[in-house]
């Protein structure tokens, strides 16, 4: 089985200052990666995900994420934060052909002005 | 526009009432998700269906049940046996193969009175 690790519960970042936001992987074969995005009392929106080619993956909203293998991590950072980036995201893992997609504990962003 | 509708968004149940949270979803996706939301503890999974007719108990199965009589359906039924019921509620859909990424829907929030 699959599972996923989020360093962090809270991250507070200054605004203009790099977002680094941890996540770890566990799986016996080729995970398929995600980073979703929570606003208060809403889904979630995915932001990038990593299924196989390039390692690192840009997505949406200047964010982008780099899957390593010998790591088994896949972070999140975006160089500049801004206001708008604050809330919460998830990390989640599934693999090919599989429909049970497991979510990390979550990151609270806060960014301060 | 494409996507998952969950009903209502707020809904207070008294205590040991069932009560059915509805999922509706026009993406033509096989397969569904049911997740709670707790602070601190991420997305635990419910119940999943792959196919109509046919659905398998997640992480926290206890006190809920599920139906998929129909593809775009998947209601969730919070049973009275569910000793602590008030969460968010999210319900997913996801898309086969290399390209999978999860859909989300707006979430229902369970509060018991």
């Known amino acids: 089985a699959q599972s996923v690790t989020q360093l962090g519960s809270h991250v507070s970042v200054s605004e203009g200052a790099l977002v680094l936001l941890r996540c770890n992987y566990s799986s016996s074969v080729p995970p398929y990666l995600f980073w979703y995005v929570q606003y208060p009392n809403q889904g979630l929106q995915l932001l990038l995900k990593?299924?196989?080619?390039?390692?690192l993956v840009k997505g949406i909203n200047g964010f982008e994420a780099e899957f390593k293998k010998s790591e088994t991590s896949f972070h999140l950072t975006k160089p500049s934060a801004h206001m708008s980036d604050a809330a919460e995201y998830f990390c989640?893992?599934?693999?090919?052909?599989?429909?049970?997609?497991?979510f990390g504990a979550g990151t609270r962003l806060t960014v301060k002005p | 526009d494409g996507g998952i509708t969950q009903s209502p968004k707020y809904l207070f149940r008294k205590e040991g009432q069932n009560v059915t949270l509805s999922c509706e979803q026009n993406?033509?996706?096989?397969?569904m998700y049911w997740y709670r939301q707790d602070p601190g503890q991420g997305l635990r999974l419910i119940y999943y269906s792959q196919i109509v007719n046919d659905f398998q108990k997640g992480d926290i199965a206890e006190g809920y049940s599920v139906s998929r009589e129909k593809k775009e359906s998947f209601p969730l039924t919070v049973t009275s046996a569910q000793k602590n019921p008030t969460a968010f509620y999210l319900c997913?859909?996801?898309?086969?193969?290399?390209?999978?990424?999860?859909?989300f829907g707006q979430g229902t929030r369970l509060t018991v009175v």
């Open positions: 990593y299924t196989t080619g390039a390692t």
């Open positions: 993406l033509n996706h096989d397969a």
């Open positions: 989640a893992v599934t693999r090919y052909n599989n429909n049970d997609m497991r």
């Open positions: 997913a859909s996801t898309t086969p193969g290399v390209n999978t990424e999860a859909f």
